[in-house]
Every structure is written in structure tokens, then in C-alpha cells.
């Protein structure tokens, strides 16, 4: 498999496109969700920064394939910004008891083992691998989940959270799956990157 078959489009190095600003808009609000839901408990706007959050992602990617404006920079924004909310919302629901500690731990534990393929990428002359259409529904689903996982709180019990309960377990349940089996096909892809990678020294070594 060559380098350029890992994405079908070339990324360019251009810095200012209009999903990268989405990018870091998203990372720029990462802090202000959890002061609003760990410090003065506001958590109405923290559901919509979430909420927010979760449009922008599905807008910055549906601009970046119409016009064709995907960049190096954004290869990088798009995935960190995705894996920040995850991962603030994730320590908020543990830390207001919406969601068991085993649980966070297994989705962290699954960006950490990503992460550890990173640099036996960059040994064999790779970036980071665009992000699977399956990672994208995982998080798409977590993103719907927390907001309703915040909304239904155990210790609310109005009309809200008694219909926003069920439906986020639901999208949690079903985001987590498709969030690790997502997670396997890239540890698979980057085997198999590896094992073309190693075939064809060897084919090309001198006999």
C-alpha cells in the first residue's frame, strides 16, 4: 500500500478554511463546558455549548468534503476537538454521578491506545490516518448521549430527565460500541500499513 492510498484526497497546508475555524472554535469552548458544569453548575448552557459542539462537527466536515478543503491542520483540529468534548464530558458525568467510572475509563482507555499508534506511524513515514466514517457515527452518537446524560442527572426526576434517560443510555451504549469498534479497524489499518510497509523493503532489499 503506498502513501497515497491512506486518503483519497490530498491534503493542502492551508491554515485558514472555514472548517479549521470550526475546529478551534469547538477547542476554544472545550474550558468554558466545564467551568459551567463542574464549577457554577450551569448546566443548561453547557447542553448547548455541547450541542453546538456536536453541529459544528458534522458541519466542518460536510463543507470540507463540498469544497474540497481539507487540510494537514484540520487532519489534526477535527479528531482533537471530538476527543477533548469526549473527554470533558466524560470526567463531568463522572464527577456529577451521570456515568460510572468503568465506563470513562473504557473510552479513554480506547483514545490511549490509538494514541500509542501514532508513533510507529511517524516511523514508517506516516501522519495520523483520516478519521474512519465509523469513528465519526461513535462520536456523532456520544455527542447526541451527553447532552441527555446531563439533562437527566440522577438526582433529577422532572419530565425531562425521565425521557432524556432511556434515549442517552441508549445513544451511549450505542456510541461506545461503534467508538471501539472504530478504534479496532484503525489498530488493524495501521498493521496493515506497517506489514506493506515492511514487505516492501524487503522486496526492494538487494539479494
Given amino acids: 500500500m503506498s502513501h497515497g492510498a491512506v486518503c483519497e484526497l490530498s491534503p493542502s497546508d492551508r491554515v485558514l478554511t472555514i472548517p479549521n475555524v470550526l475546529s478551534a472554535l469547538r477547542l476554544a469552548g472545550v474550558p468554558l463546558f466545564l ?37 494537514r491542520l484540520g ?16 470526567l463531568a458525568l463522572v464527577a456529577r454521578d451521570g456515568l460510572p467510572l468503568w465506563w470513562a475509563v473504557a473510552l479513554i482507555g480506547r483514545d490511549g491506545i490509538l494514541a500509542c499508534c501514532l508513533p510507529v506511524l511517524r516511523r514508517y513515514g506516516y501522519g495520523p490516518l483520516p478519521v474512519h466514517f465509523l469513528g465519526k457515527a461513535a462520536t456523532f452518537n456520544l455527542l447526541y448521549a451527553f447532552p441527555m446524560l446531563l439533562a437527566a442527572l440522577p438526582d433529577r426526576d422532572d419530565l425531562l430527565s425521565t425521557i432524556f434517560r432511556p434515549l442517552g443510555w441508549a445513544f451511549a451504549t450505542w456510541g461506545s460500541t461503534l467508538y471501539w469498534y472504530a478504534g479496532i479497524l484503525y489498530v488493524v489499518q495501521v498493521v496493515q500499513l506497517v506489514r506493506a510497509d515492511r514487505r516492501s523493503t524487503r522486496e526492494g532489499a538487494p539479494g
Fill in 75 to 90: 487532519q489534526l483540529l477535527d479528531p482533537l476537538a471530538d476527543r477533548l468534548y469526549i473527554l470533558a464530558t466524560l
Fill in 35 to 71: 467551568y459551567w458544569v463542574l464549577g457554577p453548575h450551569h448546566d443548561g448552557r453547557a447542553i448547548l455549548l455541547l450541542m453546538a459542539a456536536g453541529i459544528s462537527d458534522y458541519l466542518d466536515g460536510k463543507i470540507a468534503r463540498k469544497y474540497g478543503s481539507f487540510s
